[in-house]
């Protein structure tokens, strides 16, 4: 029971709220919002470049004024720039932004608030090597330090890049691994950085084994830690032995996103991970392997949820969630310069009842809510859905994650 402005709320009608609210946000997400810059003007934030950790044109993170959901959950979905047709609008009224859904009648939502992201003082301090350390990693409000050390994958050079993904920059910078690993131990010796993820797409000749190892190194060095929490966000490799290396190295979790599950749709959908990780076989194996040296809850893979019958991912999903993988499934948009940009995503009940199914199966094969957040990114919304079921509630509000303190070794 929740009292809230003098009302007593039951867990029950708390989570019916937060079913609205997730559902809601969702659609927003699914059928996209129209950014008129005109009415933007009208509010005083930032948008761009010049703010950090925000892609140019990117408006910052919003959440709806008196949300349920913790700000860094779902939110600044559907301010992408790339809806043709969006749903949503967003429209200045008296100095305050609110949401307006169109179609057949024109429908006021709710008002949001944009949070604008300040960098912490310590990402303005220098690596050894003169680079500030905000150009290395960013860091959101739980503690996950985001690494993203190169905007390269060489599977778009060779045009083999995945249908659904637009990433990867010529002659893009790579961080180097004593950077990224002085970064990260800084902020984790100053008790902000609780978490790693380091990621980005295929390097030339799959070198990111070595690139693992030497950033490993250097946080152990600089830390003293054994292992640390971090997350590896790696292509399967060919020779299964290198997943031992990670664990070796201090990694404390490993996630390799097979992307789609059924076979023959992943080969014409991910050729260059066809062609380039032994085959989607070799993928299925890796995982299994994966499961063995770090444990249950500690090897993820996401599946890129509408390309491919909701039928087939829920029997991946319960293929990895049964042997202790984190499989997840996320909310697949249509992104320009990808091979599929102009396509369609399902509709929002498609996606929100796959996410049920997906919480469903966490439940059933006892993972906790701890287990879902040991590797990075979480495993999204189905992730929610699972809190929301254990009636993990504080003030009516969803409990945000918090990462445990680490042991050192
Ligand atoms: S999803 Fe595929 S194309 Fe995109 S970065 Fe990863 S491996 Fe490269």
């Not at 948009?333 to 199966?361: C, N």
């Amino acid at each position: 029971m929740t009292q809230e402005a003098g009302r007593t709320l039951s867990n029950e009608e708390i989570k019916q709220e937060l079913y609205k609210e997730i559902e809601l946000k969702l659609d927003i997400s699914v059928k996209g919002i129209n950014i008129d810059r005109e009415e933007l003007k009208k509010l005083d934030i930032k948008a761009g470049p010049d703010l950090p950790g925000n892609r140019s044109g990117v408006l910052p993170p919003w959440n709806f004024v008196n949300s349920r959901i913790p700000d860094d959950r779902i939110g600044g979905g559907g301010f992408g720039q790339d809806y043709i047709d969006p749903l949503y609008g967003l429209e200045v009224e008296d100095g305050k932004p609110y949401i307006y859904k169109y179609g057949r009648n024109k429908t006021k939502i709710g008002e949001v608030e944009f949070k604008e992201r300040k960098r912490p003082e310590i990402l303005n301090r220098l690596t050894s090597d003169g680079v500030p350390f905000y150009s290395i990693a960013s860091i959101n409000d739980a503690g996950q330090v985001h690494v993203n050390y190169s905007q390269i994958c060489v599977l778009k050079d060779k045009g083999e890049d995945c249908y659904f993904c637009n990433y990867g920059v010529r002659n893009a910078i790579v961080k180097n691994p004593k950077q990224v690993g002085e970064v990260f131990s800084e902020l984790y010796l100053a008790g902000v950085g609780k978490h790693l993820n380091l990621t980005s797409g295929f390097m030339q000749e799959r070198r990111e084994l070595e690139y693992y190892l030497d950033v490993a190194e250097e946080i152990r060095k600089r830390t003293g830690l054994k292992e640390f929490r971090g997350t590896a966000v790696i292509g399967a490799p060919v020779d299964l032995s290198q997943i031992e290396k990670y664990k070796e190295a201090g990694f404390f979790s490993v996630r390799m996103n097979i992307e789609i599950w059924d076979k023959y749709i992943w080969r014409a959908i991910c050729p260059g991970k066809h062609n380039h990780c032994g085959g989607w076989e070799n993928w299925v194996k890796a995982l299994e392997r994966a499961v063995e040296v770090f444990g249950k809850g500690k090897v993820a893979s996401n599946i890129v949820g509408g390309i491919e019958s909701k039928k087939t991912i829920l029997e991946g999903i319960e293929y990895e969630v049964s042997r202790g993988i984190v499989g997840s499934a996320s909310t697949w948009r249509p992104v320009k310069d990808s091979f599929l940009e102009g396509h369609r995503t399902p509709e929002t009940y498609w996606h929100l009842d796959l996410q049920k199914k997906i919480a469903a199966e966490y439940k059933k094969y006892g993972f906790t809510y701890a287990d879902l957040h040991n590797v990075s990114p979480s495993a999204g919304l189905a992730v929610d859905i699972f809190h929301v079921e254990e009636e993990a509630f504080e003030n009516g509000k969803l409990i945000p994650w918090r990462y445990p303190e680490a042991v050192k070794a």
